[in-house]
């Protein structure tokens, strides 16, 4: 056999007898086991005739491939009684084999996801208000919490959480509709207190036009201010509006 390759080519002996197997085109299961050993030695030969040197488990594998084939040859017989006909002397050479090759594969498999990750660009997180325009907000040092006070506040001196006579009333009224018309009271007088855009006292109607305000506010359609604790609260129309 011309031996073409060196040791350096292979991961270790597993790896050179797949090789040998594939190059022969032989069945993993079905090894011939003679010829391969005959190569493998052909093998190891050649990189003495290099002086190179050669790594101890090549030669345990070369010992195995002997003994291997030597159980082949010899009669099956072990201290005077017939070994069972199934007994294969490979078994345990091929599923190493197999173990290996399964290995491998994987091993290829998650080295080609990692060159595929390394094409990935990640950039560094930075702080996100280098992309936030400087305004100013549209409830002046008020929070949440205060215009809900102030909205709790009104209702109790509406008495608006007692049950009501009300009537059905024939259109609905939307938060749509009461941001528009809210819009049309600001843009009229520039600025009314919280409590005058209450005209009617029914459940539906200050539920649908306090979240209008809201909506209004956060959109920056209004500003709510209070100069002081306890002052009215003012909603004026947003500049530009």
Not at 216 to 238: L, P, R
Request: glycine share 2%.
């Amino acid at each position: 056999m011309d031996v073409k390759f060196k040791i350096n080519d292979f991961e270790g002996p597993l790896d050179l007898l797949l090789h040998l197997i594939k190059e022969n085109k032989m069945d993993i299961m079905n090894i011939e086991i003679e010829k391969i050993t005959e190569q493998y030695m052909d093998y190891l030969k050649y990189q003495e005739r290099l002086n190179l040197e050669i790594a101890s488990e090549y030669l345990i594998l070369a010992s195995e491939l002997i003994e291997i084939k030597s159980k082949l040859l010899l009669p099956r017989v072990k201290d005077d009684e017939v070994l069972d006909e199934d007994y294969d002397p490979r078994e345990e050479l091929v599923n190493r084999l197999i173990e290996y090759q399964t290995y491998k594969e994987i091993t290829k498999l998650l080295q080609q996801k990692e060159e595929l990750r390394r094409e990935i660009y990640t950039k560094s997180p930075e702080n996100i208000k280098n992309y936030v325009d400087q305004v100013n907000d549209v409830v002046s040092d008020m929070t949440l919490d205060d215009l809900v006070n102030a909205f709790k506040k009104y209702l109790e001196r509406k008495v608006v959480n007692k049950p009501l006579n009300t009537k059905i009333a024939i259109k609905e009224i939307t938060v749509s509709s009461r941001r528009y018309e809210i819009k049309k009271i600001l843009k009229l007088k520039g600025k009314v207190s919280f409590e005058e855009l209450f005209p009617v006292v029914s459940r539906e109607y200050v539920v649908v036009t306090f979240l209008a305000i809201l909506e209004m506010a956060k959109s920056g359609e209004m500003i709510i201010v209070q100069n002081e604790t306890f002052d009215d609260i003012i909603c004026e129309v947003a500049n530009g509006e």
